[in-house]
């Protein structure tokens, strides 16, 4: 049931309509981020953002898209 919870607070209901730039590019943004605050040296941000990206919708849902 989590990809319901997940296509729910995307509010759209069918796989086809999902925009996939816009999930791709969330995604890359945070990974980017993560990146940068590791180059850093920001070990805490580094953490964060990690346990972001994995409760983040549009990750799951790349992930999913990914496997499938």
């Known amino acids: 049931r989590i990809q319901m919870k997940v296509t729910k607070m995307l509010k759209v ?12 590019l969330n995604v890359f ?11 850093a040296g920001n070990i805490t941000e580094v953490r964060r953002l990690q346990r972001d990206i994995l409760r983040d919708p549009y990750a799951k849902l790349l992930s999913v898209k990914r496997v499938t």
């Not at 086809?16 to 816009?22: A, G, Q, S, V, Y």
């Open 13 to 24: 209901n069918r796989w086809e309509d999902i925009d996939w730039k816009t999930v791709e």
């Open 29 to 39: 943004r945070k990974q980017n981020q993560m990146y940068r605050a590791m180059l």
